[in-house]
């Protein structure tokens, strides 16, 4: 099947942890994504590559760290978790062209909750 | 930074009944894009609007396009039980990064 897949589905962790969150897309996209999903269930970006390069890096703590090995390829690594980490990490891709509007095709979402 | 403001917040009524949802911004949007959220689920693209007034149908929803492409709205005729879910109206940024920025949501509960 073609989609973005991302792992694990939940994670429950203890505060100062660090944790790694893996994502997969095998659509052929070009760009990748990371949104963070709050307890409002609002979605906000949190970084985006472009065929393994950074292109968008919101203001997000140090602690985040996006790895891309390959264009078909993004994770999440986070330090020293905390409890404000605790929400739902949606991983995305979709094409990038100019003069094009594509969709984002979603993963299912990865629960994190710190205690 | 466009600011998308979607209403009602929570809305729920019973099947059968007919709901319209409501996306705005001050700033013209490019183009917009209508998802649709599932619990325990990520957003799935329904629809994807770029001309000022467009009317695109997609079975018992209906999507429009402001004129002025400040606003869109989003018509369910008949809701069924299966349209529960979380609706979000997102548009692009200005750029070539293919960011997406979202409006905080409706939450539709639809009743048998």
């Known amino acids: 099947d073609t989609a973005v897949s991302q792992t694990p589905k939940y994670l429950v962790t203890q505060m100062g942890n660090d944790k790694s969150i893996k994502c997969e897309q095998n659509?052929?996209?070009?760009?990748m994504y990371w949104y963070k999903q709050d307890s409002k269930k609002f979605l906000k970006i949190m970084f985006s590559y472009n065929n393994k390069e950074l292109i968008i890096n919101e203001t997000v703590p140090n602690r985040f760290s996006p790895k891309s090995p390959d264009k078909a390829h993004l994770n999440l690594h986070i330090n020293s978790l905390e409890l404000g980490d605790s929400a739902v990490y949606f991983c995305?891709?979709?094409?990038?062209?100019?003069?094009?509007?594509?969709?984002?095709?979603f993963g299912s979402g990865t629960r994190l909750t710190v205690v | 930074t466009q600011l998308l403001e979607q209403s009602p917040q929570f809305l729920s009524i019973q099947e059968g009944e007919n709901l319209t949802v409501y996306c705005n911004s001050s700033s013209v949007f490019s183009s917009l894009q209508w998802y649709r959220q599932e619990p325990g689920e990520g957003p799935v693209l329904l629809v994807t609007v770029v001309t000022g007034g467009e009317v695109k149908k997609l079975k018992r929803l209906t999507f429009q396009f402001g004129d002025a492409r400040k606003d869109s709205s989003l018509h369910i005729t008949a809701a069924q039980t299966g349209d529960t879910g979380l609706y979000l109206c997102a548009s692009r940024s200005s750029g070539n990064t293919g960011k997406l920025i979202f409006g905080q949501g409706t939450t539709l509960q639809v009743k048998p």
């Open positions: 995305a891709s979709s094409q990038v062209g100019a003069g094009a509007i594509y969709g984002y095709t």
């Open positions: 659509l052929g996209h070009d760009t």
